[in-house]
Antibody
């Protein structure tokens, strides 16, 4: 069974930083691209970032480019998202998601974690 | 950026009825469209990928159709557990991936 478990969310002031983690199990982690998707309270889904299997290639939504950094540690089957220069509008549940059929960047997201809540407020 | 527009915003039906949800793309996404179901307090669940392929473990009452710019998710006979929010996602022209704004399927 594929399990994705996010952690690292919390309350942070505007301009602050957080590091999110997503621990994967039940999957050969380094054979799948991974992504982060967020959902503001009561709102829809927004893609944030994707990283290739090896970690060599990364992609970002314009809304987070230059502020967020995605990375992975395949030896620990863990995905990360470093959030810097946080804004009130970054408040959301952050989900990690695994690439679906084919496993490469550009695939759908077939398994999702339960999410971790990031609240940016003074 | 491709914009996905879902309709209706809210759909009110009785259990046992047929549900038809629409997703329209601002430009062709070929068949690279997926459907997700999200229940309150839960993560999204993949239902359909590449427009018409059911994901693992998804009941046969869920079906997807369409290509290009117009897509449909059909639930043939609603079960109580099907009442949720449904999102479409395109991956034809990324980055960015884009989602529709969602359709809320509620019990009448």
């Amino acid at each position: 069974e594929v399990l994705l478990l996010e952690s690292g969310g919390g309350l942070v002031q505007p301009g602050g930083s957080l590091r999110l983690s997503c621990a994967a199990s039940g999957v050969i982690f380094d054979t799948y691209a991974m992504s982060w998707v967020r959902q503001a309270p009561g709102r829809g889904l927004e893609w944030v970032s994707t990283i290739s299997r090896s970690g060599d290639n990364t992609y970002y939504a314009d809304s987070v480019k230059g502020r967020f950094t995605i990375s992975r540690d395949n030896s620990r089957s863990t995905l990360f998202l470093q959030l810097n220069s946080l804004r009130v509008e970054d408040t959301a549940i952050y989900y990690c998601a695994k690439a679906g059929f084919g496993g490469s960047v550009g695939a759908d997201f077939d398994y999702w974690g339960q999410g971790t809540l990031v609240t940016v407020s003074s | 950026e491709i914009v996905l527009t879902q309709s209706p915003a809210t759909l009110s039906l009785f259990p046992g009825e047929r549900a038809t949800l629409s997703c329209r793309a601002s430009q062709s996404v070929r068949s690279y469209l997926a459907w997700y179901q999200q229940k309150p307090g839960q993560a999204p669940r993949l239902l359909i990928y590449d427009a018409s392929n059911r994901a693992t473990g998804i009941p046969a009452r869920f079906s997807g159709s369409g290509s290009g710019t117009d897509f449909t998710l059909t639930i043939s006979s609603l079960e109580p557990e099907d009442f949720a929010v449904y999102y479409c996602l395109q991956r034809a022209n990324w980055p960015p991936y884009t989602f529709g704004q969602g359709t809320k399927l509620e019990i009448k």
